[in-house]
């Protein structure tokens, strides 16, 4: 795979955290032992061979800060073994500044910058540029105000709690690796806003964020920040989609992020882990309750279908403006506006025009028809009639024509495709010129001038 970075990870330390503890265990040298280690869950976990780097070399010299910095800057992570140590090294700094520099700033960089807490550290000693930023911390508070480091001898007392701290770190660092060394051959796919979310949620979160990198949509916000309305906002322009994962705790930072997402006018799509009596906050019709599995194969399959919309919208602006359209890309002759519980009409609908041999395309309820009243681009429109769908769909013809008399424009060739099946059947709809469908196929193509 061709990737941006040389190094996955760049591991930034001050050798003195790195000394053998017992002499001659290798695996009493901490950061050694966390290398290999991560490098190791990595793997296992996800199928990634990670690329670590780390200055273990005995010898100094200019050369070799030459060599750790040209490393550190083509490094797509930098992990920082934070203790007390850590901060009084100066080359430390340096190290770490060199990254902010290749990243953008410590703003830019923030999600590429992950911060293992080793000991206990005041956090007024903390660089400016660290603070905020999401730590994983590897280390016990003891009664006498020092810490234990996990990992250190004894392991066995501490191992469980060694291990258990890799469990958010793995699969957010496998998360950014994915994301930042995505192969530079792949075409982009559409901009999604998965909001940032609790930390009950924070490996639901991962397990999308991959799956959605993996279907090739790029993922945002990049970065993490709290309650920043105006990164939100700017993140949420480039995005097609919102996704939001709730729980119980359902906070300001939860609150802003779909307040912004309703504003915007983006598609949104919302999931909740509880019963929603346990908060009445996320008791909303529009947060599904399912399986996860499920609501990840859902939102991948939603976000194409949108994207497939989004091209007949830009396909109908470019005929609108006179842009010349490639035949292949211009929408079928005949659009079909099909209801929320209807998917099962339209396709029945689409399958019959491709029998007749008529180019058409499937829009959901969602589809604004201001787009289709502006466009010359098709030729007819058929709005499927459920049971459960009639007032809808007198709704869209109403506005449908209504838009084209605005317009100074002669109404599309209208018709209800209704469910044959269904015994129940309701009163036919009552508009001038509309056709029945599917008896009248032939009739409703003649008048178009499709079929003889």
């Not at 090739?216 to 989609?241: H, M, N, Q, V, W």
């Not at 008791?283 to 919309?309: G, H, N, Y």
Request: aromatic share 10%; proline share 5%; with cysteine.
């Amino acid at each position: 795979m061709t990737t941006n970075f040389a190094n996955d990870i760049f591991i930034s330390y001050a050798r003195d955290d790195n000394a053998e503890i017992v002499p001659g265990d290798p695996l009493s040298s901490w950061v050694t032992a966390f290398k290999r280690h991560l490098k190791g869950e990595i793997r296992r976990q996800f199928g990634i061979e990670a690329r670590i780097w780390m200055d273990d070399e005995d010898y100094g010299g200019q050369q070799r800060d030459e060599k750790i910095l040209q490393n550190v800057e083509q490094s797509a992570l930098l992990f920082i073994i934070l203790s007390p140590t850590y901060i009084k090294r100066p080359w430390c700094r340096e190290e770490r500044h060199a990254f902010l520099r290749t990243a953008g700033g410590p703003r830019a960089a923030e999600n590429r910058i992950f911060v293992i807490r080793t000991r206990l550290t005041e956090e007024k000693t903390v660089p400016d540029e660290l603070r905020g930023i999401k730590g994983y911390t590897f280390f016990r508070e003891t009664n006498g105000g020092g810490s234990i480091r996990f990992g250190d001898p004894p392991r066995e007392e501490y191992a469980r709690d060694y291990y258990g701290a890799f469990l958010d770190l793995v699969p957010d660092a496998a998360h950014e690796i994915k994301r930042l060394n995505r192969s530079l051959e792949a075409e982009p796919g559409s901009s999604i806003y998965l909001a940032q979310c609790q930390q009950s949620l924070r490996s639901n979160r991962v397990q999308l964020a991959n799956r959605l990198n993996d279907a090739g949509f790029r993922i945002f916000p990049e970065r993490y920040y709290e309650s920043d309305a105006a990164a939100i906002y700017t993140d949420l322009s480039k995005c097609s989609a919102f996704i939001q994962l709730v729980d119980e705790r359902f906070e300001e930072a939860d609150q802003l992020q779909w307040e912004a997402a309703c504003k915007t006018g983006i598609a949104t799509l919302r999931w909740r882990s509880i019963e929603p009596q346990l908060n009445p906050n996320i008791d909303a019709p529009d947060i599904r309750k399912d399986d996860f599995e499920d609501f990840q194969s859902d939102v991948v399959r939603i976000i194409r279908e949108l994207d497939s919309q989004a091209a007949v919208v830009n396909c109908l602006s470019e005929k609108r403006n006179g842009t010349t359209v490639p035949t292949a890309s211009i929408p079928g002759n005949v659009l079909i506006l099909r209801a929320q519980g209807d998917a099962r009409l339209a396709d029945r609908a689409s399958m019959e025009l491709a029998d007749f041999g008529v180019d058409n395309e499937v829009l959901d309820k969602e589809f604004p028809l201001s787009t289709i009243a502006d466009s010359s681009d098709y030729c007819g429109l058929v709005v499927t009639v459920g049971q459960r769908s009639e007032k809808w769909a007198r709704t869209q013809l109403s506005e449908m024509r209504r838009l084209s008399i605005a317009r100074k424009m002669p109404p599309p060739l209208c018709a209800a495709y209704k469910d044959k099946e269904d015994d129940d059947c309701f009163l036919p709809l009552r508009f001038k010129g509309l056709y029945d469908l599917p008896d009248n196929w032939k009739p409703f193509l003649s008048q178009l001038g499709i079929q003889d």
